[in-house]
């Protein structure tokens, strides 16, 4: 199966095998958004367990 490739420039595994995603809501409209929440949405997170199945799916 080929990889997905809108998942492949969205998502990349770490070292410890978890999957590392950026947040959404930061590309536009920014002024009604406090820094301190634009300056959150600038850290990578982690992909939830619930979603980490289908994700590794689309990737392999």
């Not at 998502?11 to 634009?38: D, M, N, P, V």
Request: no cysteine; aromatic share 4%; proline share 0%.
């Amino acid at each position: 199966m080929k990889t997905k490739s809108g998942a492949k420039k969205r998502f990349k595994l770490t070292g410890t095998g978890k999957i590392k995603r950026k947040h959404a809501y930061k590309s536009h409209i920014l002024t009604k958004k406090s820094t301190k929440r634009k300056r959150n949405l600038t850290y990578s997170g982690l992909v939830h367990k619930a979603d980490e199945k289908n994700i590794r799916e689309m990737l392999h």
